[in-house]
């Protein structure tokens, strides 16, 4: 069955480390997004990307960044991780013909 | 004005009670009108889609959208302890990524 994973599960941290979030899609969708979800704010849009080598900022991007050198997969990495980025990080995906984005199960990410 | 408000809840209710979660909206754009229920710990999951104004029925759950007022809302009919969950409204406009409401969080008693 196709399937969306997200890697890993749970990791802690230290701030100024760089860390980087695996997504792998197995549904072939060319749309991939990464969202952040925290207490009062939902979730957030990170970045998302169309297609191979497409990539484009969301809400809050600022800290973070993409790359698309697949269809399958689109790690997210923190540049120089800070406490204001433990978050809970979800990956999704979409067909362009189809509205609804399948999420994985997410990544909890402490920073300290 | 934020693009999507839901209220954060909690609500907490009796099993077998019928359930109204709402969301408002403000782009005028917006044709897509998507809820994704979410349990805890894991990811949001499309509960039900509609397109434009009026209702979408799928078992125990009734969607409603009133473009006019910008304004969807999401029933449950004779809730169950299985209900409990996180509940997302995310209208959308077709052409952009979507932008989720914060959730309502649902408890239905037993």
């Known amino acids: 069955d196709a399937e969306i994973t997200q890697s890993p599960r749970h990791k802690i941290t230290e701030t100024g480390r760089q860390v980087t979030l695996a997504c792998h899609q197995t549904?072939?969708?060319?749309?991939m997004f990464w969202y952040r979800q925290d207490l009062g704010h939902g979730l957030r849009l990170i970045h998302y990307?169309?297609?191979?080598?497409?990539?484009n900022k969301g809400e809050v991007s600022d800290g973070y960044s993409v790359s698309r050198s697949n269809t399958e997969d689109l790690p997210l990495t923190l540049e120089s991780a800070a406490s204001s980025q433990t978050s809970v990080y979800f990956c999704?995906?979409?067909?362009?013909?189809?509205?609804?984005?399948?999420f994985g199960s997410g990544t909890r990410l402490t920073v300290v | 004005q934020k693009e999507v408000e839901q209220d954060p809840g909690p609500l907490s209710v009796p099993e077998g009670a019928i359930v109204s979660l709402n969301c408002t909206y403000s782009?005028?754009?917006?044709?897509?009108f998507m809820w994704y229920r979410q349990y805890s710990r894991k990811g949001p999951e499309l509960l039900m889609y509609?397109?434009?104004?009026g209702n979408k029925e799928d078992g125990r759950f009734t969607a409603q959208v009133d473009k006019s007022s910008k304004y969807i809302s999401l029933f449950i009919r004779d809730s169950q302890p299985s209900d409990s969950a996180t509940y997302l409204c995310?209208?959308?406009?077709?052409?952009?990524?979507?932008?989720f409401g914060k959730g309502t969080r649902l408890s239905v008693i037993a």
């Open positions: 999704a995906s979409s067909d362009p013909s189809n509205y609804g984005y399948t």
């Open positions: 549904w072939n969708h060319n749309n």
């Open positions: 990307s169309y297609g191979v080598h497409d990539t």
């Open positions: 782009n005028s754009a917006f044709q897509y």
């Open positions: 509609t397109y434009s104004s």
């Open positions: 995310a209208p959308n406009s077709g052409n952009t990524p979507l932008v």
